[in-house]
């Protein structure tokens, strides 16, 4: 294990990052599929998504708006709503045992309790409408106790109180008695973080956690989320579209485009050996504080030219074709196979393809193809 070097437009990695893993995965997503009837027509939003998530460990899903990083974990909680939403295919197994699983997908109660909110919590993006703005804090904190727990009510409000105070609420006795409009937006999300571990999670899902806050108080949930991941030796995995965040926490990374997974591998991976386009354009997008020269101008942002495909008729080759510059006529009309470029390291892109007539500077020459996980 060796410490991350700092990355000249996130700054410095605040923790390790390890290199492949040895232990079995807590929770495995295997080619998950899930699409939405509409008026329109069908979409496919979630196209063959396949993920590891090692305990203690963070796994970061990046990729900008509608590429299906939501819809993906939401599908394996299932949050989506059934109609129109449906999942065609796939198996999210999760590690109940030692060499024991379940199928989350088909059931989401172990030993009668449903693993929502117990042995998987989740925090989503806006705190304001995720909260019931007519009960208490701590009500709502220990109704989460009472209902997977079984605690009395007596038990349940301490506990709360005591969760508040992990979380760094100040005057947590005193705040558990006050309603969500009463609490700022940083002490809101920290208030959800504390709901979310409340039954000590085995995994926590966070779903853009810091968008609606300012920098000063995204660093400080970050922070929190970190500390409280060592402590407890929970996985998390985070959904976010901010790659300075995915460098400060991720061990290992996906990147989603167009309801696919187009490269997987771990953050140093990502960030310093990229080698599917869309990663590098993601990264090119990136604000920079470097000079092109000295004293010069900083580097200006480099937009991704084009828009996604439409997914209510997906793209029989590559979806990024369109909009990528290395684009070859094989991309158009056949789908890129997944690429082994090192240990957990993949991409799927022709452009690591042996035969390939183009090659890039900066992405990797693959050793073999890899066998899609």
Known sequence: MTEAASDPRTGPRTGPRTGPQAAAPILSVRD?????????????????????????????????????KSVSVQSIMGLIPMPPGRITSGTAMLRVAEGEGQDILRNKRIDGEDIRGGRIGMIFQDPMTSLNPTMRIGDQIAETLTVHRGYSKANANARAVELLDMTRIPDATHRARQYPFEFSGGMLQRSMIAMALACEPSILIADEPTTALDVTIQAQILDLMVDLQRDKQMAIILITHDLGVVARMADEVVVMYAGEVVERGTADDIFYRSAHPYTLGLRAAMPTNQRSEIDGPAQTLTPIDGSPPDLFHPPTGCGYFARCPHAMNLCEHRHPQNFELGDDHQSRCWLQHEASPRTIDSLYVPHQQATPP
Do not use: M, N, P, W
Request: one cysteine or more; proline letters at 0%.
């Open 32 to 68: 998950l599929r899930v699409e939405f009837d509409t008026y329109g027509g069908t979409v496919h939003a979630v196209r063959g998504v396949s993920f590891d998530v090692f305990q203690g460990k963070t796994l970061a899903i990046v990729g900008e708006s509608g590429c299906g």
